[in-house]
Nanobody, 124 residues
C-alpha cells in the first residue's frame, strides 16, 4: 500500500525558513514524478514544484521560484521542500504527491498518490 507522510510544517515568522519532508513507502518511486502542492483556506490546491518523471531537473510555480527548493534522496523514498524567505501568503496546507505523468505535471489530477498534508503558517 502506497503511503506518503509529510512532516516539518509549523509556525514561522515572515522571512524565515522551513523544511518539509515527505516519506514515501509501499513501492519504489524511481520512475515517478514527485511534487508539492499547497492549499490555502477557501482556495484551490495549487502547484508548488515538481521533479518530473525521469528528470533530474526541477520546476516551480512563479510564486515560489528562487525561494523554494525541491530535492529527494537517492533512494527516491523521500521528497523535501526547502522554503526560504517565507511570506504570509505562503500560509497553506502543503501536500506531497507522486504520479506517473510524463512531462511537467502542474495539475493535481496528474498525480495518483497524495499525503495527508502539513500545515505551514507564516506570521507577519
Amino acid at each position: 500500500q502506497v503511503q506518503l507522510v509529510e512532516s516539518g510544517g509549523g509556525l514561522v515568522q515572515a522571512g524565515g525558513s522551513l523544511r518539509l519532508s515527505c516519506a514515501a513507502s509501499g513501492r519504489t518511486f524511481g520512475n515517478y514524478a514527485m511534487g508539492w502542492f499547497r492549499q490555502a483556506p477557501g482556495k484551490e490546491r495549487d502547484f508548488v514544484g515538481v521533479i518530473p518523471r525521469g528528470a533530474g531537473t526541477t520546476f516551480y510555480a512563479d510564486s515560489v521560484k528562487g525561494r523554494f527548493t525541491i530535492s529527494r534522496d537517492n533512494a527516491r523514498t523521500a521528497l523535501f521542500l526547502q522554503m526560504n524567505s517565507l511570506k504570509v501568503e505562503d500560509t497553506a496546507v502543503y501536500y506531497c504527491a507522486v504520479g506517473t505523468f510524463w512531462g511537467v505535471p502542474r495539475r493535481s489530477d496528474m498525480y495518483e498518490y497524495w499525503g495527508q498534508g502539513t500545515q505551514v503558517t507564516v506570521s507577519s
